[in-house]
């Protein structure tokens, strides 16, 4: 196959016989674009409803290579309001730059073949993660929560992308997953993103139960950042490097399609940044 991505790790792209890189000329249009035209197409990105108050949430069954299982459930309008903390997010595209490194870590900034660290301002990632069973929300412990992200220059590790001018294969930089603890909660430790062209400031997120259970599912989507404190970084060595961004969230195609509802909330602390982000999963 002629693809511009290769890849020194296996990826797991939901639906095996998708392959973005052969269907889309990279030099037309941005790489994950047509990872959007695949979920908007098999109906994956949760749609709005109940206004602003809540979306769709769904956890998605692993499915077989090539196959595409999806169950969705709407949590009420009384959930939301008796459950705060249980706060739905909609689904987004994987994208092509998923491998499953199995990188049990938190700080996900070093590079474990040679152990040096991705420059940054550092950023320290919380997720609360609950799972809403019925009337009931409690804190769901023992839940994978992967990260993957592009450095302070656009760039992500173990891929070669030709289109965006890198070649990481063999690094493993700012990748990772940790176990939601008792109280569901999973910390990474990381830097503030980057950006390359045709996406605004970004990470990726999957949260999945035991891979080795009889119905496995998962959740993926994204985070995405204030464009007042991506500019005030984006000033800063390294980020400066790489020039003035091209897409802000309003032109993003995922930022369009439920972005608003997966920020995450960002302090500033003495360290760099803090970002936390709750969010309520329906397991069947």
Partial sequence: MNSLIERSAPLFLVGGSDDISSKVPMQQQPIEKTGVERLTRRIVLGRLILGTAAVLLGCRRQPRLGQLTTSWAAPTAAHAAVFPSCVVRPEQTEGPYFIDEKLNRSDIRSDPSDGSVRPGIPLRLTFHVSRITGASCSPLSNAIVDVWQCDALGAYSDVRDINAGFDNRGKKFLRGYQLTDANG????????????????????????????SRRPQEFVSQLYFDESTTDQIHKQYPYNGKGHRTTTNDKDFGYRRGGKQL??????????????????????
């Fill in 185 to 212: 909660i999973a910390e990474f430790l990381t830097i503030y993103p980057g950006w390359y062209p045709g996406r605004a400031v970004h990470i990726h997120f999957k949260i999945r139960n035991d891979l080795a």
């Fill in 263 to 284: 920020m995450p909330s960002l302090t500033q602390d003495v360290n760099g940044y803090a970002a936390k982000f709750d969010i309520g999963l329906q397991m069947n």
